[in-house]
C-alpha cells in the first residue's frame, strides 16, 4: 500500500500538534517518523488510525482519498497500529483477543475458534511470530504480547502497519526478533511506519526516515546519507552530547543498606533472593540485568510498593523495611517507576496535581485539609518550563500527554525534592535524545549532591556511562558486582547467569563492595 498524507493539520485548543505535514510511505519499505516528546509523530499516526480527526488535509491510500473517522475505517483501508500501550484483555487467549470484534462464527452464530486458532498459526507461521493461540495473554512476555498485537492487525489484512515506539519495552533479544518480524513483513510487500527514539535502530531498520519537530516535518533522509548525530540535531535543533559528562564520583558512607532482602514474585516463586547491596552517597549503582530478573520487583520492594519476605532495608540509619510509599518518601526516598501509568501518575488527575502527589498536603501546597491551588499552579508552571513538558496546559489530564511528556511530569516531582536515595527504573525509557541527555545530566547532579542512586536500566550503554559500579542481576540474584571499565562480553555473560572464570565478580556478588 503506498500511503500519502497531504497538508495534515491537527491542533489541541492553541497547541498545534501536526502543522501542515506531509507523509509519503512506500509498498514494502519501514519509513521511520523520528521527533522529540511532543514533535507530533504519534498525533499524526493517530489522525491516520482514525483516533483523530484532522482539522485539515487529506488521506489518501493507492492515490484514492480516504476518509477515516474511526479505527473501524482505518482497518477497512487496510491501515493497522500497533500502540505504545497494548490494547489486549489480560484475562483472555491469544485467540480470543486477536479475534476480539472481529469473531469468525459458526452457522449457529457461536465464536469459531478452531477457525481462530487455524487462522493465527498460519500468520505466525508465515511472518516468523511464534504465537500460540491458546496461551492466556497475561502469562505471555511482553514481547510476544507485541507480536499479538501484529497478529491481530494481520487478521484483519491490514497492508500498513504502524508501530508506535515498538521497541521501549522489549529486550535487546526481543528488538532482534521484532527488527526480523518486521523485515519479514515488508518482504511480503507490506508497509511499516517506525516511530521510536532510539536513533542507532533507525539507522539499522528503516529504508526512510521523517523527521518533525514542534508538529512540522524538518527533514528528509535515508539511513545512507545521514548519522545519529545529523538525526539528533534535527529532531531537537541543536547539537546533542551522546556521552555523559560527568566527574569522578565522591563518595561518602552507605545511605542505602540493603541486606538479605527476598521477594516474592506473585506467582508462588522468588523474584528477588537474598540479596545483599550498598549504594553509596554520592554514587551511582547500576543494577544491569535482562528485563524479568528481579530488577522491577526489587525497586519497587524498596519503595513501599511490594512486600518484603525477609530481609532488612535501612535508610541512612533509619529501617524503612516495611514502610509504605508514603514513609519511604518522608524517609527522602524518591521513586521514577518502570510503569509511569500505574505507579507513576494519576492519569485523570490534572499535569499540575500530578507534580504535587507527594507533597499536596505539606506547605506550600497545604496543610491538613487545606489545599492551596495556586501554589499548585505556579509550582507546574516552573516545572513544565524547567522540564520542556510539552501540554496544551498544566490543567489538562495527564491521560493527555505523549509518553515522553508524561515520563517528564514523574521526573520532575522526583526531581524536584530534597533526597537521600533516588531509585530510577528506566528513567529514560520513551524519551528522546534530547529529553535523555537531560535525564542523565539530572541523575549525575543528583550524585554530586551526595544522594544515592540505584538506577535500574536494561540500556547497557546507558548503565556504562552512567555508572560508578554495576550491580548484575540474573534470576533474582547479584552475580556479580564490577567497575563500569569491566569489558562488555564480561558483563553479558554475567547477566546470562555465568560466573565461572570471572574472579573479580564472583568476590564482589556476595557484598556492597
Given amino acids: 500500500m503506498r500511503l500519502e498524507l497531504r497538508q495534515i493539520t491537527k491542533r489541541f485548543g492553541s497547541l498545534v500538534a501536526c502543522d501542515a505535514v506531509d507523509l509519503e510511505v512506500a509498498p514494502g519499505e519501514v519509513h521511520a517518523l523520528l521527533g522529540e516528546n511532543g514533535a507530533g509523530k504519534t498525533t499524526l499516526m493517530n489522525v491516520c488510525y482514525g483516533l483523530y480527526r484532522p482539522d485539515q488535509g487529506t488521506i489518501l491510500a493507492d492515490g484514492r482519498p480516504l476518509h477515516i473517522t474511526s479505527p473501524r475505517d482505518a ?51 508465515a511472518f516468523g511470530l511464534a504465537v500460540d493461540p491458546d496461551r492466556v495473554v497475561e502469562t505471555l512476555p511482553v514481547g510476544v504480547q507485541q507480536r499479538v498485537e501484529i497478529v491481530k492487525a494481520l487478521v484483519r489484512d491490514a497492508q500498513l502497519l504502524i508501530l508506535d515506539e515498538p521497541t521501549a519495552v522489549l529486550t535487546p533479544q526481543e528488538t532482534t526478533d521484532l527488527f526480523r518480524v518486521m523485515r519479514s513483513l515488508t518482504a511480503d510487500g507490506r508497509s511499516i511506519v517506525f516511530i521510536t527514539h532510539k536513533l542507532g535502530e533507525v539507522l539499522e531498520i528503516a529504508d526512510r526516515i521523517t523527521v518533525l519537530r514542534q508538529g512540522r516535518v524538518v527533514g528528509r533522509t535515508t539511513p545512507a546519507e545521514t548519522s545519529a548525530a545529523e538525526l539528533a540535531s534535527m529532531m531537537v535543533g541543536r547539537s546533542v552530547e551522546f556521552q555523559v559528562a560527568k566527574g569522578a564520583a565522591a563518595p561518602t558512607g552507605a545511605v542505602l543498606d540493603i541486606q538479605g532482602l527476598t521477594v516474592a514474585d506473585g506467582r508462588g516463586g522468588l523474584a528477588v533472593e537474598d540479596l545483599t547491596l550498598q549504594v553509596r552517597g554520592g554514587e551511582i549503582l547500576a543494577i544491569a540485568g535482562v528485563q524479568g530478573n528481579g530488577q522491577t520487583e526489587l525497586a519497587r520492594a524498596l519503595y513501599g510498593l511490594l512486600p518484603k519476605l525477609s530481609g532488612r532495608v535501612t535508610v541512612a540509619g533509619v529501617d524503612v523495611t516495611a514502610a509504605t510509599p508514603r514513609r519511604a518518601a518522608q524517609a527522602g526516598v524518591g521513586f521514577i517507576p518502570e510503569d509511569r501509568h500505574r505507579e507513576g501518575l ?16 505539606r506547605p506550600p501546597f497545604g496543610r491538613g485539609l487545606r489545599f492551596d491551588p495556586r501554589a499548585v499552579r505556579a509550582n507546574a508552571i516552573a516545572r513544565v518550563r524547567e522540564f520542556d513538558i510539552r501540554t496544551a496546559s498544566v490543567d489538562v489530564p495527564a491521560s493527555t500527554l505523549s509518553g515522553g511528556n508524561q515520563q517528564k511530569v514523574v521526573l520532575a516531582r522526583e526531581f524536584s525534592r530534597p533526597l537521600r536515595v533516588l531509585i530510577a527504573a528506566q528513567p529514560t525509557r520513551g524519551l528522546d535524545v534530547g529529553s535523555t541527555e537531560t535525564v542523565h545530566h539530572r541523575l549525575v547532579e543528583e550524585r554530586d549532591r551526595g544522594t544515592a542512586v540505584l538506577l535500574v536500566s536494561t540500556e547497557l550503554d546507558e548503565v556504562l556511562a552512567l555508572a560508578d559500579r554495576i550491580a548484575v542481576m540474573y534470576r533474582g540474584r547479584l552475580t556479580g558486582v564490577v567497575d563500569p571499565t569491566t569489558p562488555r562480553d564480561a558483563i553479558g555473560l554475567l547477566m546470562a547467569g555465568i560466573t565461572s572464570g570471572s574472579g573479580r565478580a564472583d568476590r564482589a556478588a556476595g557484598g556492597a563492595g
Wanted: charged share 20%; net charge negative; glycine share 6%.
Fill in 346 to 361: 494519576v492519569l485523570s488527575f490534572s499535569v499540575a496535581e500530578n507534580l504535587v502527589l507527594d507533597l499536596f498536603d
Fill in 75 to 125: 482497518l477497512a483501508a487496510r491501515i493497522g497500529m500497533v500502540h505504545q500501550h497494548f490494547m489486549l484483555v489480560p484475562v483472555f487467549t491469544v485467540a480470543e483477543n486477536v479475534v476480539l470484534g472481529h469473531e469468525p462464527v459458526h452457522l449457529g452464530g457461536f465464536l469459531d475458534r478452531r477457525r481462530a486458532r487455524t487462522e493465527i498459526r498460519r500468520l505466525s507461521e
